[in-house]
């Protein structure tokens, strides 16, 4: 769960808390929900979206553990998001791409993910109303988890979105 307060768009800095020693980002894609959502069938799921956009997945690593996954994700500016929502683009065929300090970290295709988006849809309907603009931030194999520090650029690029961009303060 990443509440409203962690969002952050295009360009906007990522605080680097000064009392944890190591902080993640992947890059993922975010499904867009357009309308409410409640016990959603996954064949009727993609009725739901509004369109897609980036996502950075920013973590304290030294809090990830499956108990502490909301005080891990959810602090102020962990949820860059951007650089604006696709509606016309198929989301579960799509390559992905992550920078840090201009190298490439992460490359890969929403075909790779274990869950389709209209079955995540589906699952998490199934337990949480979803409302208008909430995002669902669809994951990312451990392959593309790197440790930022302050000063640092991230980018993450999806084909057919274009490239979220935010400096580490």
């Known amino acids: 769960l990443k509440p409203a307060s962690s969002v952050i768009g295009h360009g906007q800095e990522i605080l680097y808390p000064h009392n944890l020693r190591e902080v993640n980002f992947a890059g993922e894609l975010a499904v867009i929900i357009k309308r409410q959502a409640k016990h959603v069938q996954e064949r009727d799921a993609l009725r739901y979206v509004w369109g897609y956009t980036c996502a950075n997945d920013v973590t304290a690593g030294d809090l990830r553990s499956p108990m502490m996954q909301t005080l891990a994700k959810g602090r102020y500016t962990f949820?860059?998001?951007?650089?604006?929502?696709?509606?016309?683009?198929?989301?579960?065929?799509?390559?992905?791409?992550?920078?840090?300090?201009?190298?490439?970290?992460?490359?890969a295709s929403t075909?790779?993910?274990?869950?389709?988006?209209?079955?995540?849809i589906s699952y998490v309907s199934g337990f949480m109303a979803l409302e208008p603009g909430d995002a669902i931030i669809t994951g990312s194999s451990r392959r593309g988890m790197t440790t930022i520090v302050s000063g640092d650029v991230i980018q993450v690029e999806i084909d057919g979105i274009g490239k979220l961009e935010n400096r580490v303060g």
């Open 79 to 107: 949820c860059p998001l951007g650089p604006w929502i696709e509606t016309e683009i198929d989301g579960d065929n799509i390559k992905l791409r992550s920078w840090l300090n201009g190298d490439l970290k992460q490359e």
């Open 111 to 120: 075909r790779e993910m274990i869950f389709s988006i209209s079955r995540i």
